[in-house]
């Protein structure tokens, strides 16, 4: 089955609303990051964040390992943060990386 | 400037045509990835490189290869295409195995007819 859940598939926002994007997963992992893609474009890393919390601006990654999640936040939502966001999990197991299949997010003005 | 390159940008073949794609890293990093993207299905790992002439299926890799004769290149090839290996392909690159960030090269768009 899918190891990475992401949620929500698509999220709609006015500029300015906060947006909080999740990612599960169904098996142990020993790195986690998300991304960030345009339209058409590559993905962009946006946070490694294997376990805790990080920031950068308006964003916050949380990583709680225990409860095989992580979510990225984004506060004060503007136009230039729509695209698809992507998070990845490194499997303990494998060695290999899985990816979900994104959140696409769109603000508006 | 830490960069993954790729070409070519935008490819077309008929059925049945050899492809090759090309990916190149300037960090020296000893672990590369060819990925392909579908709608609905994310992205999908066709095969892993761990360094030169170290290379490791995926989860998709049937209907292509790779090689990796220098640290900095990797290349993918579809021996005889398929309409169904119409997709964009990434590559990444990482220093370790999996554990550590990738960084990614701005993607092929192919199209198989």
């Known amino acids: 089955g899918q190891q990475v859940q992401q949620s929500p598939t698509s999220l709609v926002l006015q500029e300015g609303e906060n947006a909080e994007l999740q990612c599960n997963f169904s098996?142990?992992?020993?790195?986690m990051q998300w991304f960030y893609q345009r339209p058409g474009g590559s993905l962009i890393s946006v946070f490694y964040?294997?376990?805790g919390t990080k920031q950068s601006g308006r964003l916050t990654s949380t990583t709680v390992i225990k409860e095989r999640r992580s979510s990225l936040h984004i506060s004060s939502s503007q136009i230039t943060d729509s695209g698809t966001y992507l998070c990845a999990m490194g499997s303990s197991n494998t060695n290999k990386v899985v990816f979900g299949t994104g959140t696409r997010l769109q603000v508006l003005p | 400037d830490m960069k993954v390159t790729q070409m070519p940008r935008y490819l077309i073949k008929r059925m049945g045509e050899n492809v090759l794609l090309e990916c190149g890293q300037d960090?020296?990093?000893?672990?590369m990835y060819w990925y392909r993207q579908d709608p609905g299905l994310g992205l999908q790992l066709i095969y892993i490189?761990?360094?030169?002439?170290s290379n490791s299926e995926g989860d998709i890799p049937k209907g292509y290869r790779v090689s990796r004769k220098k640290r900095e290149h990797f290349s993918l090839i579809l021996d005889s295409a398929k309409t169904n290996q119409t997709s964009v392909y990434f590559c990444?690159?990482?220093w370790g195995q999996g554990q550590d960030t990738q960084y990614f090269g701005p993607g092929t768009r192919l199209l198989v007819l």
């Open positions: 490189s761990y360094d030169v002439d």
């Open positions: 964040n294997p376990s």
């Open positions: 990444a690159s990482s």
């Open positions: 960090m020296s990093h000893e672990t």
């Open positions: 098996t142990s992992l020993n790195s």
